[in-house]
């Protein structure tokens, strides 16, 4: 199995970004659109790069803002190949942990209500159902479930 080193995302790897972006997504952002949040003071744009590949390829990666009352997952992708393999899980739970300490804020996201694998994941990791955008995706008008989770518990006094 390949070992998985996370980092934050920095300008240069959105050729990466890019590319697995277009093979996961009927319609992908834009370049600039990643840019504009590896830029922003407010995001949190995490990379899972394969550790133990001489070029450190890109597996997958998870952008995040920050807003008043929530840390919204913006966009969350794993290359193809990599699927399976527990890195959409360790992105999060790096998130879950860089954020431990802001005890106001919880989590939110929206998903395709088709996507069964990724609402089980999020299920797994603690998000729940709270409603419904209906018609949210541009490319087929699906509907997408809107799913929260609670502030990280943070242990201590």
């Excluded at 949210?136 to 242990?155: F, Q, S």
Aim: with cysteine; charged share 30%; glycine share 8%.
């Amino acid at each position: 199995m390949t070992t998985i080193e996370l980092r934050l995302l920095a300008l240069d790897d959105l050729t990466e970004i890019e590319e697995i972006e277009r093979r996961s997504y009927p319609t992908p952002w834009s370049r600039s659109m990643f840019a504009g949040e590896l830029a922003k003071p407010s995001s949190i744009c995490l990379g899972a790069f394969a550790a133990d590949e001489e070029d450190g390829s890109l597996a997958g990666y998870l952008v995040v803002s920050r807003y008043v009352d929530a840390w919204h997952v913006m966009n969350i992708a794993v290359d193809p190949p990599q699927r399976g393999r527990g890195v959409a899980t360790m992105l999060l739970e790096r998130l879950f942990d860089l954020t431990a300490e802001d005890v106001r804020r919880g989590y939110t996201l929206e998903v395709r209500v088709s996507n069964r694998k990724a609402i089980d994941l999020y299920e797994r990791l603690g998000f729940t159902a709270r409603g419904m955008r209906r018609g949210y995706y541009t490319d087929n008008r699906e509907d997408a479930l809107i799913m929260w989770k609670d502030p990280v518990a943070h242990g201590g006094a």
